[in-house]
């Protein structure tokens, strides 16, 4: 993974200091509540429900054990002794009160960690990939750009004070786990016919009230310009879009309402930049500088490529078996796999660890993955360097260790926000329907057999569980202060499997919260009666339509019918 | 950076009391709006010192023509989180090559100076309550930048070999005590 500079390390601990400063004037009541509030949330601090909430940076995902160990002393001294993942592959913390927030600041620092921009109106924190270098269907590892891009991004003095927050995602795969399209900015590394290197670039794409899937706006820009360019599609969005209204402000409503003539300001912009300005072009990579930082990504000391196949394995416990199947993931080095550690099991909420959890991912790091990890988009993690020999071993202990459960990919490997229990924006809460899903599909046998299905839930329209990505999404909805939940169909993240990125489609008025088990279900079964043979659930929605599942949802109607009728 | 304090500004701007300004005595260090500026650059003398005060929903490139005869442009913050005169005054530097006072009015507190000093502005008006003592220690947090910026348009990556040593051994012994003078 990425090594830190001097420099790297000395600017998060200077970030620290500076948020000591705001943190010390703001006690002392020189800095007002409102104006340190997007101070604070450009280091990673909301104020929720509870307490302050935060959201500590965990760049396209990579962790190490250490990083990992600290992050569970912090859940220790300064939290509940525990964490959440997120969809955005950070971390997130609910309990820490806000007069100790800059000793957590300095903790992370010492760790080479921050909360730099994984909130307010800038560039947040750039997420990919979980497999980024690893994956055995990766054109080119993006890790290197996205760090350039990472440092670019970092406290740009024209770019932190945007109309809304502005997300990026980049893959270097032909699979596309990081939901591209679903971004601001969504970035596609691929080679062209004559074998170079560029961006597919995508901008627009957004969730929350408005689901819109980004439009492309270069087929192919020459890697060595996607500064400038990003640089040229920020500025026209900091100049052109909306302030006067916070749901209308997100750069995908300018561009659906600018279309071709965004497209022509954000070309000019770029041509001015490189023909124009002063220093216009400082910001194309050189080469020098992108060998420099994929120098950086220091693959661990000891890998060894197996020279052989490994022998088949015969007379596999079905247990063991079950586990190959979903968490082993193919890898590109001969002899090795990578492993998901699932954070989806009975009991926690999807994506939360604990203390000791965080510990005992850190010591299986250790041992097999020579101390790596990767947190996913799905929020789980990955061990991103297991030999293929130490399989049956790390299996025994990370079923030890709770993080065996062999879903991934399964309905009960859903992901889901923190909800009603600890965000204030939510109208309802996630986890209780994340766990009465979970306690209704507990058979293995059923759910193997229900096979590939992204089971999305937000808690409410800013959508942070990503429900209109699900095939089956789930939207908390407040109605006379009760919890509501409009459920979706055939929503897509843009994988192989689930076809290009699309919102789904809402199956009818919302469901009382104890009804939604039984509609997950009744959808369940109605696939399960209309699938063809081998067809996935998203498969089956997009052949028969909304309508058979619509009829079957509709009989799980309890509370909703004597409302209705009342 | 320059800070303006209010009752030593020679810069005097022609809005408001006396109703929409009809006609205009050229008179040095008048600070006019852009529609009074349009409206009268044709007749300004040559040499006579003079102010523009840009919106921030104004396109720069409207000013740029006239940019030489300027000795200032205000660029204004109805709110502080509102963050469009960054990229006006970038552009007035980097694309117009503006070599006047670029300065910061209206919402100005002591955590913007880092990014006004970066895009361009030279000279703030700070809001009346904040502290010129945090504004100064406001910029002297960060040993360098990763990107380049008006001042320096050379990225870090872009410098000769060493200059991010050479930053960090120049800035350790003098590490900012945060908090510090409060």
Redesign the interface.
Known sequence: MYQY???DR??VQ?????????L??NL?G??SDD?FR??RLQNGWYVQRHAPMLRIAVPYGEINANQLRALGRIAREFDRGYGHFTTRQNLQFNWIPLDRS?DVMEALAAVDMHGIQTSG?CIRNITSDAFAGIAPDEVVDPRPYIE?LR????????????PRKFKIAVTGAIEDRAAIGWHDIGLQLLKNEAGELGFKVLVGGGMGRTPVIGITIREFLPWQQV?VFIEAIV?VY??YGR?DNMYKARIKILVKAEGKKFVDAVNTEFA?ILE?????T??V??QA?FD?VAASFRLPEGLVEATEAAPPQTDVEPAYARWLQRNVHGHRLAGYRAVTLSLKRPGQPPGDATADQMDGAAALADRYSHGELRVTHDQNLVLPWVRQSDLHALWLAAREASFATPNIGLLTDMIACPGGDLCALANARSIPIAAAVTERFSDLDELYDIGDIDLHISGCINSCGHHHSGHIGILGVDKDGAEWYQITLGGSDGSTLSGGAVPGKVIGPSFAADEVPDVIEAVVDTYRERRAANEHFIDTVRRVGLDPFKVSANGARRSTAAAHAA | MRFIEPRRNPWRSLSGEDGPVVGIQPVANLLLDFGQWHAFRAQWPEGMRVGVALGNDV?VEELAPDLPRLTLVALNFPK?????A??QA?LL???Y?FEGEIRATGEV?V?ML??L???GFDAVVLRGDQ?QD?AR??LG??????????RD??????KPDGT??A??RK??PQ?????EG?
């Open positions: 500079t001097e420099f000395l600017f200077r970030r620290a200091a500076q948020y000591r400063d705001q010390t004037r002392a020189q800095l104006e997007p101070l800059s109106n350039i440092q670019w991004s970092t406290l740009h003095p024209e770019f932190a004070f945007l500064l500025r900091n100049r302030r001015n124009r300005d002063a220093g216009g400082e910001h990579i050189p500088e420099r | 396109d502080w989180v509102d963050g469009r960054y990229s970038h530097r980097a694309r090559r507190l955590d880092p990014l000093q970066r895009t502290s945090a220690r406001a947090f960060f040993p360098g930048h990763y990107q380049g910026d008006v348009a050379q990225p870090l990556f872009a991010a040593d930053l960090v800035a350790a590490f900012v005590s945060a908090g409060i």
